[in-house]
Nanobody, 125 residues
Framework: QVQLVESGGGLVQAGGSLRLSCAAS????????MAWFRQAPGKEREFVAA????????RYADSVKGRFTISRDNAKNMVSLQMNSLKPEDTAAYYC??????????????????WGQGTQVTVSS
């Protein structure tokens, strides 16, 4: 079973950038599709971005397209989310998650297991 640990969250002003990282242990990540989700207080968990196991395909939520970039380094067993031009509405807890169907990109939280513990991103206006 793979374990996931996120890092890189913090407080940033609107227009700023953050880079989130998700480190995996227990198994190699290369066979998993990986995704980032986020959840703001009082809201449902929502899809942000995903990448296939090979890294050849990605998908983004419309709200982050052109601002966020998902990438992976299978040699380091790590997935990253570069977030630029951050907006106050990006404020949320961000979670990385793994889908053992490494050739599929899903946007449904139910398709992903396991999950990391989350890292908080707060964007001030």
């Amino acid at each position: 079973q793979v374990q996931l640990v996120e890092s890189g969250g913090g407080l940033v002003q609107a227009g700023g950038s953050l880079r989130l990282s998700c480190a995996a242990s227990g198994r190699t990540l290369s066979s998993y599709s990986m995704a980032w989700f986020r959840q703001a207080p009082g809201k449902e968990r929502e899809f942000v971005a995903a990448i296939t196991g090979s890294g050849t395909s990605t998908r983004y939520a419309d709200s982050v397209k052109g601002r966020f970039t998902i990438s992976r380094d299978n040699a380091k067993n790590m997935v990253s989310l570069q977030m630029n031009s951050l907006k106050p509405e990006d404020t949320a807890a961000y979670y990385c998650a793994a889908d053992e169907r490494g050739w599929v990109i899903s946007t449904r939280p139910a398709d992903f297991e396991p999950w990391g513990q989350g890292t908080q991103v707060t964007v001030s206006s």
